[in-house]
């Protein structure tokens, strides 16, 4: 399985970014797709989850209400929409297929991981 992150950027706070996960292969379509970001000097901390058909869905505390993760299968990508960013957003972000069709938060429960895109926001 292949993942592909992309969509980062430089943005000044207040400003929305849409980072995009692309998937190229079938066998992970009914897998929970997580994304999770790392800043420096910081453990990986999970963002949003959602589900094989975007159904139902997951929130780490601190972006409820500010991002929204959601799932085009048709095209096997799953998007992660930020808006009202702050500098606290900055971090690389990962996309992460889990390991079945349960949410989950830990990324241990997540077996492949894409290579990351850089979100970093001024102040």
């Known amino acids: 399985v292949q993942l592909q992150a992309s969509g980062g950027g430089l943005v000044q706070a207040g400003a929305s970014l849409r980072l995009s996960c692309a998937t190229y292969r079938r066998t992970s379509s009914n897998n929970g797709v997580g994304w999770f970001r790392q800043a420096p000097d910081r453990e990986r901390e999970f963002v949003a989850a959602i589900n094989w058909n975007g159904s139902s869905t997951m929130y780490a505390d601190s972006v409820k209400g500010q991002f929204t993760i959601s799932r085009d299968k048709t095209k096997n990508t799953v998007l992660l929409q930020m808006n009202s960013l702050k500098p606290e957003d900055t971090a690389v972000y990962y996309c992460?297929?889990?390991?079945?069709?349960?949410?989950?938060?830990?990324?241990?429960?997540?077996?492949?991981w894409g290579q990351g895109t850089l979100v970093t926001v001024s102040s």
């Open positions: 992460a297929i889990a390991r079945s069709s349960t949410l989950a938060t830990a990324p241990s429960e997540y077996r492949y």
